[in-house]
């Protein structure tokens, strides 16, 4: 995955990370937070692409470090 696409896949979570923190929704893995997150992949599993956005700089407080 190439950093054009790794950016692309964070834009389009901002919406997800956003109704997730507003709604303070909790998700689970089914696979013990071992899922492999990607565009193809993102909607398999909310609680490893919330992680994703995590670790990616994404912030609960509402501003990303990313950006």
């Not at 997730?20 to 990607?38: A, F, H, L, P, W």
């Not at 992949?41 to 609960?60: D, P, V």
């Amino acid at each position: 995955m190439t950093d054009n696409d790794i950016l692309m896949s964070l834009s389009m979570d901002q919406g997800f990370f956003k109704r997730t923190v507003q709604r303070n929704m909790v998700y689970s893995c089914k696979e013990n937070g071992m899922c492999d997150i990607n565009k193809v992949t993102r909607n398999s599993c909310q609680h490893c692409r919330f992680r994703r956005c995590l670790q990616a700089g994404m912030k609960k407080e509402g501003k990303s470090s990313w950006n």
